[in-house]
């Protein structure tokens, strides 16, 4: 087995993306991160090798904002929040295409837009995906293509 060391500098950016892809907000992401490999090293113990480390992290990251939710309710839903600097405002003009596709995922029910993150965003087999779900790896597929579905559909208006 590698070592934490090892682990975190193999997956670090994975979870961090796949928490940008739930918060939008880096500096709660950076929290989740550390969180993250905190609540991995105190279970290591309990890693039984039965899916991959990173299956098992981004499990640890998805209950990890979970509890950080509960505690800290939003105002509005944290998926409309989207906030564009005006530096930033330039770097999206010209990935305009990305931005509406973002933009369409935050309107997907809660389970398909997980699925969507988790494969495009953290590039998860399907069969992963259900593991973290708690569902089949089938259930995975199938909402994953209807997710697709439903934004070539919005993306086509």
Not at 13 to 39: A, K
Not at 53 to 82: D, G, M, Q, Y
Not at 124 to 147: D, K
Request: overall charge neutral; charged content about 30%; proline content about 2%.
């Amino acid at each position: 087995m590698q070592s934490m060391d090892e682990i975190y500098r193999e997956y670090a950016q994975t979870v961090y993306r796949y928490l940008l892809s739930r918060t939008g907000n880096s500096d709660i992401v950076e929290e989740l991160t550390q969180e993250t490999f905190y609540l991995a090293v105190k279970g290591i113990g309990r890693f039984d090798g039965s899916c991959k480390i990173s299956t098992w992290l981004i499990a640890i990251a998805r209950n990890a904002f979970s509890s950080w939710r509960r505690k800290h309710p939003a105002t509005e839903p944290l998926e409309s929040a989207v906030t564009i600097t005006s530096s930033e405002e330039a770097a999206a003009d010209s990935d305009n295409g990305q931005i509406e596709i973002m933009k369409a995922i935050r309107l997907l029910p809660e389970n398909t837009r997980e699925v969507m993150y988790m494969r495009l965003l953290g590039d998860l087999s399907f069969r992963q995906i259900g593991e973290i779900m708690q569902r089949t790896e089938n259930w995975a597929r199938v909402t994953y293509f209807r997710g697709r579905e439903k934004l070539r559909k919005e993306l086509e208006k």
